[in-house]
T-cell receptor, first 112, second 113 residues
Framework: KNEVEQSPQNLTAQEGEFITINCSYS?????LHWLQQHPGGGIVSLFM???GKKKHGRLIATINIQEKHSSLHITASHPRDSAVYIC??????????????FGSGTQLTVLP | DADVTQTPRNRITKTGKRIMLECSQT?????MYWYRQDPGLGLRLIYY???????NKGEISDGYSVSRQAQAKFSLSLESAIPNQTALYFC????????????FGPGTRLTVT
């Protein structure tokens, strides 16, 4: 079983829809990251969370430490939001190395 | 200019060839990482380095070696490339002071024929 599980693997939405991508993890973490990867391949960090909720523009990320679960929400989705969204965690067991452990990603396609 | 750069961006090579992927950063970070991305598998850690004298194997280090030539430079080598090393390779950096955020390079797409 992977330490980080994402769902869904693929998601197609119509422009304007509210989108939710889920991430569950099975071990203790120091931080949870949401990353965005565009078709060109580059990876950009959207959020880093250790508790609560963060908002940036139309993007909202939440984390429930007790349930070991995080969600990424996109409000008023737009075709330019089409990308792969990756959940990653910094495991407590990684110590000072702080390397990331990744989910397999969610391919989001927003249709005009 | 980008904070984390990788060269080359694309490379096609033949089985058995030695190839080096290079990563440079201007963020002044001490930690540097090499990850590999395969479709459907997500990214996996190959090697990481705390500083020039401290290099550590990751989850999938077999067939790879690294060199940290300076704080700003971290190179990944495939001594004898094989087709299943065809993948997208990312370098990333992270700072020292309690920050967990990582900053990624643009990636190198490597094809081994």
């Amino acid at each position: 079983k992977n330490e980080v599980e994402q769902s869904p693997q693929n998601l197609t939405a119509q422009e304007g829809e509210f989108i939710t991508i889920n991430c569950s993890y099975s071990v203790g973490i120091s931080a949870l990251h949401w990353l965005q990867q565009h078709p060109g391949g580059g990876i950009v960090s959207l959020f880093m969370l250790s508790s609560g909720k963060k908002k940036h523009g139309r993007l909202i990320a939440t984390i429930n430490i007790q349930e070991k679960h995080s969600s990424l929400h996109i409000t008023a989705s737009h075709p330019r939001d089409s990308a792969v969204y990756i959940c990653a965690v910094t495991l407590i067991s990684s110590g000072s190395a702080r390397q990331l452990t990744f989910g397999s990603g969610t391919q989001l396609t927003v249709l005009p | 200019d980008a904070d984390v750069t990788q060269t080359p961006r694309n490379r096609i090579t033949k089985t058995g060839k030695r190839i080096m992927l290079e990563c440079s950063q201007t963020k002044g970070h001490d930690r540097m990482y090499w990850y590999r991305q395969d479709p459907g598998l997500g990214l996996r850690l190959i090697y990481y380095s705390f500083d020039v004298k401290d290099i550590n194997k990751g989850e999938i280090s077999d067939g790879y070696s690294v060199s940290r030539q300076a704080q700003a430079k971290f190179s990944l080598s495939l001594e004898s490339a094989i087709p299943n090393q065809t993948a997208l390779y990312f370098c990333a950096t992270s700072g020292r002071r309690g920050a967990y955020e990582q900053y990624f390079g643009p990636g190198t797409r490597l094809t081994v024929t």
